[in-house]
């Protein structure tokens, strides 16, 4: 095989966060998460993925994965349809969940050696009945992935995410690990989830208790976890880990937060938060003490928790660190690319991911006439305590806005937190990220030895003479999701020193372009719907800078 001219779509057809991807040559050419087009969240069926990747690539296709073999048939009914692709190609990748994750953080890490953590709630099942919860790699080029630990636990129903264990022999050559099996159902995702059922939330929201978990503070809790990283799921009600809550608990599920009755709450978050995140941490200590390897990564979809990313970095200050920004299955079509792709070609070529995370499609915007307006009027107008939706160019791969699918406002303003989230129509208890120029985020939080954070994927400390400077975006524990912006992230470096000549400070509060319950804007269309239903100031067209 030789390493140029291989195109490969990959599809994700698994329970939630479906996602196609074009892999051309190593590099990811376009990606769709189905949920952007079709406007359903975490959307299971991503025919409007594939048909838009292949449309939107128009090259002949060599390989097409899919990744949920029960759904294979299904996508062949669509790719006959297709004119650059066909059903003679297809490989009905029955695959290991994890593995794919672990491959698409290992190879956007740019390391050439390292430690893969996936920590999410339910990957592969083995065996008919065993459930992934936690699995450790290590990682090395072409495609090795030596696996270390495996926490497996009894899964009550049937999944279709199942190992092909000959299949993926031939990709991975497995050797024996460390596998620990849990009777029960679920893992360390599965008790933190136990903190959004409490508070009326989907699992696949433990975003919000995690923001919740910073207005608690330490309570007589026990120790939910045993040596091995896994839950003592006897202090837990015995019901399937959808609906699972610390047995005490029984009863208190509440349907609104409010500033009367948030503390209880608040508490059980923050101990979720502490307990689990620690034994997250033990398994990379374990992995370390196993492979003497000091390059780390954190895939799955508990690696979206930007305040277990920031314990890492104080536990392990020797520790080299990525955290992949697609962390949920959103990004499970890439990975499985990355990993068929350098499975047969052998390549090892190191291509980190770059400082911008976007792929799709660039849609027309050039008809949309209103008012010509600059970046210069755009400072301005923030200064001024105006809401801006901006968008441009594709949209962000993950679930994090970086600037194209963006609300800005001023971080300067003290009510700007209460004004955002009446804008977006989200709870009261929930923080918000920043956007700063790189070579002053020093000044401004606490990074310790983190020079550059471009994704979005770590929360640092706001250091103490900036608090009350920047309250849009310090959270009650004096925290910000911190995006560090350099020169080469196009307009805005440039709209952050003007704002900066204006106000003295060359920072904003970056909220993705959508509202509460709502996919990320995807087209022009979706933009002005969002402004239409919310009480945003304006929308800026950043390519012909129009604005709205």
């Known amino acids: 095989y030789h390493t140029n001219n291989m195109n490969i779509l990959s599809i994700n057809y698994g329970v939630h966060d ?19 087009l079709s406007k359903i969240k975490r959307d299971n069926d991503p025919i409007f993925s594939i048909v838009n990747c292949v449309k939107t690539f128009n090259e002949k296709i060599d390989y097409v994965l899919v990744i949920s073999y029960p759904n294979a048939k299904k996508c062949a009914k669509i790719i006959n349809k297709l004119s650059n692709t066909s059903i ?3 490989v009905e990748f029955s695959y290991n969940h994890h593995l794919s994750h672990a491959s698409l953080a290992f190879y956007n890490s740019g390391f050439k050696k390292s430690i893969v953590v996936v920590v999410d709630g339910q990957g592969s099942i083995f065996k008919d009945s065993l459930a992934e919860c936690e699995t450790v790699y290590l990682a090395s080029y072409p495609n090795n992935f030596e696996c270390l630990i495996k926490n497996l636990s009894v899964n009550k129903e049937h999944s279709y995410f199942e190992v092909d264990e000959e299949f993926d022999k031939k990709i991975i050559p497995y050797k024996n690990y460390e596998c620990n099996i849990n009777e029960n159902e679920g893992g360390i995702a599965n008790v933190y989830n136990t903190a959004s059922i409490l508070i009326s939330q989907n699992i696949f929201e433990n975003g919000k208790p995690m923001g919740l978990s ?6 007589d809790y026990p120790k ?5 990283s896994q839950p003592i799921w006897d ?32 508490d059980y978050a923050h101990e979720v938060q502490v307990q689990t995140q620690k034994e997250v941490g033990n398994l990379i200590e374990k992995a370390i003490e196993k492979s003497e390897c000091k390059n780390v990564c954190v895939v799955g979809g508990y690696g979206m928790n930007i305040v277990a990313n920031h314990y890492y970095l104080q536990r392990f200050p020797d520790v080299e660190f990525y955290f992949e920004p697609n962390a949920d299955d959103g990004g499970l079509s890439i990975g499985a690319a990355m990993l068929y792709y350098h499975a047969l070609t052998k390549d090892k070529t190191i291509r980190p991911l770059k400082t911008t995370s976007f792929h799709g499609v660039a849609y027309d915007i050039s008809s949309y006439k209103e008012k010509t307006t600059s970046i210069n009027d755009i400072a301005n107008l923030l200064n001024q305590n105006k809401s801006i939706a901006v968008y441009t160019g594709l949209a962000e791969t993950g679930q994090r806005a970086l600037g194209n699918r963006s609300i800005l406002f001023n971080a300067l303003n003290p ?10 129509n989200r709870e009261w208890y929930r923080p918000f990220a920043c956007m700063v120029l790189e070579e002053d985020a020093n000044i ?5 030895r983190i020079k550059s ?3 979005m994927t770590i929360c640092f400390p706001v250091r103490s003479e900036y608090v009350k400077i920047i309250p849009g975006v310090t959270h009650v524990d004096d925290t910000c999701r911190v995006q560090t912006v350099s020169q080469g992230d196009g307009y805005l470096y440039k709209l952050l020193q003007e704002f900066k000549k204006l106000s003295g400070h060359g920072i904003l509060l970056n909220t993705s372009f959508n509202l509460a319950g709502e996919p990320l804007v995807e087209t022009p269309e979706d933009a002005f719907n969002t402004l239409n239903n919310s009480c945003l100031d304006y929308l800026w067209f950043e390519e012909t800078q129009q604005l709205f």
């Open 415 to 424: 009510d700007a937190k209460d004004l955002v989230n009446k804008i977006k």
């Open 214 to 219: 910073s207005y608690g503070s330490f309570n």
């Open 18 to 36: 479906t996602s196609a991807c074009i892999l051309k040559d190593g590099e990811v050419s376009v990606y769709f998460k189905e949920e952007r």
């Open 444 to 448: 401004y939080f606490d990074m310790g």
């Open 235 to 266: 202090l837990f009600t015995d019901k399937h880990s959808h609906e699972r809550l610390f047995k005490t608990h029984k009863g208190k599920i509440i349907k609104e937060l409010t500033k009367e009755n948030y503390k209880f709450y608040a």
């Open 453 to 455: 954070s471009p994704f």
């Open 224 to 228: 939910f976890f045993n040596n091995k």
């Open 88 to 90: 003679d190609n297809l």
